[in-house]
């Protein structure tokens, strides 16, 4: 990536004074995202760490307006805004589904699907904290493998890989999914202004450090996703219509051992030599699946 | 009334081709009166899942959609709990929005209904009253509905396809004006899907009785609000406070809709409707198309010289507590039929006249019958029986089961 001429945009939509943790990775995506999207944008936030950031009533962080929802509606009742919005007129409005990973990958999946389906014109995007972070650190169908949680505590750490959800929004054949991290501001936003300019469902997976959940220090939270992506536990890449992989990062002078990337969190301490070897094993594989996917010509005019 | 007949058309009814301006007849089934409500209350924002025996109501507005009739979004949802999910995020963003469901779809939405009622969204909803399994049941009672008390939505129990069609109006006038959503219901069959002749009025005359929403707050991109944000206990309290003053209010309002929709349309449903009650020693109290069957009963017993009333409860929230009490008081005896069962104490119905009278200076003796549970027929025989018991009994009686077999 060129990251040279990046200008952060200038417009400031998520004022101080947030409800987020130090160091909150959600928050400053929050922020990116607003940035890259401007004024004419609604926000539907269910049940997640950004039920709190927000702000209690009376307040509000965000400069734009906010629908909260139940748990597992955030891509529906954005469909519902859409549709009001377009009967009414604004087909400029942004709608953007903002939710946490468990509203995403568990208790939300089968709205998210549905929409998907529809190929509903909103922006859904996930902030991934690996947890039900909100309630205390609970491990969500997202938390990696071997990760403490408060429900997988260390001698029985979470068992089950971390459940690939892009793989599933890109199953549906949506116009555009991605991954982005707050570490790569300028291709989050990139990819967040670019999925504004497409019709129809796009899905947007940025991974979100959460300190305390994490056991990490909070000055520490760009760095960790910095290294999640060198790392390959993160890659940043965009499908289009699911078929079309380009990879974004690593390149191949910036991997590193995984172990770059564990040794920093405290919720991976407790792994000995044999888990760490099998961490470092999965993410080869799962690099190289990415590599032939990235690979793969894809039909440009089947019609799809 | 209801007239239990052979659906005259299988498929579809055939769309409305005649000049929209003039009111028309049209023999149609419950399910369609609903959707020819909807069209005409020109609702923007559909959503809705499947399911027997509402199906049909959203069939007919997908084809006013398809084919032009209706200008509206028709967002065809992976559940029911999403369908009310959609309908909260297009009022929240100030559409007029609607949808229709039964049992276990409303079961599926109960978390939504919450939501839409503590949003103060005046979405209507049909609901088809189908009994709750297991076992299956596709047949009538009302304890889907009845289930959904305490969210926060007016409920209003129809009788006739007519009032079918004129509630859905008159349920959007209301709601719009005390920011709450209506749910109107229907008996499954009995309604539903039985046909019957239903006045379709002209558009421009309901155009005059529910002028296009104006949502008095929405998501607006010039005018950022949060709507449902966490809300401490220091104002919790007076938001649900709200909700019960809106609730007062809205008997008001059903009362004023109703007097605007008779100098309209020529017709009025009260928000409950004695009938031969004044000099009544007992009166049977009833719900949704029993009352039909019990207005014939009630002509035939009183030819043969008994003193019985009958008193339709149209409006189940807010519930008229004081027409209630005046329309009861004068009574010796009351006999509540429930096609519902709150399962540890009683009939539903029965419970919530018990608690309207029970600060009345006067209370008559109450009999509570549970009858026709998941789709058995309440017919005349039924209803004499139970006459014939409130009248030959003397001790009130919290739960009596007719026609049970043991």
Known sequence: MNRANFVLPEIELMSSGHLGCQGCGGALAMRYVLKALGEKTVIVLPACCWTIIAGPFPYSTLKVPVLHTAFETAAVAASGVRAALDIQGDTETTVVAWAGDGGTVDIGLQSLSGAAERNENILYICYDNEAYMNTGIQRSGATPRFAWTTTTPEKNPKAERKKDIVAIMAAHRIPYTATATIAYPDDLIRKVQKAKSLQGMKFLHILAPCPPGWRIASEDAIKIARLAVQARVFPLYEIEDGERYTLNAPHEREIIPAEEYFKLQGRFAHLGPQEREQMQQEIERNWARLQRLVQMKAPSDDGA | ?406
């Open chain 2, 1 to 406: 009334m209801a007239i239990r007949t052979q659906s005259l058309h299988p498929h579809p009814s055939p769309l409305p081709t005649r000049e929209r301006e003039q009111s028309y007849s049209k023999v149609i089934t419950g399910n369609h009166a609903v959707s020819y409500g909807a069209l005409l209350a020109r609702v923007q924002v559909i959503s809705a899942y499947p399911i027997t025996p509402q199906t049909q109501v959203v069939e007919l507005l997908s084809e006013f959609c398809a084919n032009g009739t209706l200008h509206a979004k028709f967002i065809k949802v992976e559940s029911e709990h999403s369908a009310m999910a959609a309908l909260i995020g297009a009022a929240s963003a100030g559409a007029r929005a609607f949808t229709a469901t039964s049992a276990h779809g409303l079961a599926l939405m109960h978390e939504m209904l919450h939501w839409a009622a503590g949003a103060r969204l005046p979405i209507v909803m049909a609901n088809i009253n189908r009994a709750m399994g297991p076992p299956w049941s596709v047949w009538t009672d009302q304890n889907d509905s009845l289930s959904q008390r305490d969210t926060g939505w007016m409920q209003i129990y129809c009788e006739s396809n007519q009032e079918v069609l004129d509630t859905v109006l008159q349920a959007y006038r209301v709601a719009e004006r005390v920011s709450l959503p209506a749910m109107l219901v229907l008996d499954a069959f009995v309604l539903s899907h039985t046909a019957e002749a239903v006045e379709i009025p002209s558009q421009s005359l309901v155009d005059q009785y529910l002028p296009p929403y104006r949502a008095g707050y929405k998501l607006d991109v010039s005018d950022p609000h949060a709507f449902g944000g966490l809300a401490p206990p220091d104002v919790y309290m007076e938001l649900r406070y709200q909700i019960q003053k809106a609730h007062e209010a809205a008997l008001g309002e059903f009362a004023r809709a109703d007097e605007e929709f008779e100098r309209l349309f020529g017709r009025r449903y009260g928000l409950i409707e004695s009938y031969y009650a004044d000099d009544a020693e007992l009166i049977v109290v009833t719900s949704g198309t029993v009352t039909s069957t019990a207005r014939d009963v009630i002509d035939e017993l009183r030819a043969e010289g008994h003193r019985v009333g009958l008193l339709k409860i149209r409006l189940f929230r807010p519930f008229p507590i004081e027409l209630v009490r005046q329309a009861l008081m004068p009574a010796k005896k009351i006999a509540v039929i429930d096609r519902n069962i709150g399962f540890g104490v009683g009939g539903i119905f029965a419970q919530e006249i018990k608690s309207a009278l029970y600060n009345a200076p006067v209370r008559p003796a109450l009999f509570g019958f549970v009858a026709g549970l998941g789709g058995r027929d309440i017919t005349p025989e039924v209803l004499r029986e139970i006459v014939d018991y409130a009248e030959t009994h003397q001790e009130p009686e919290d739960l009596i089961w007719v026609g049970v077999k043991t």
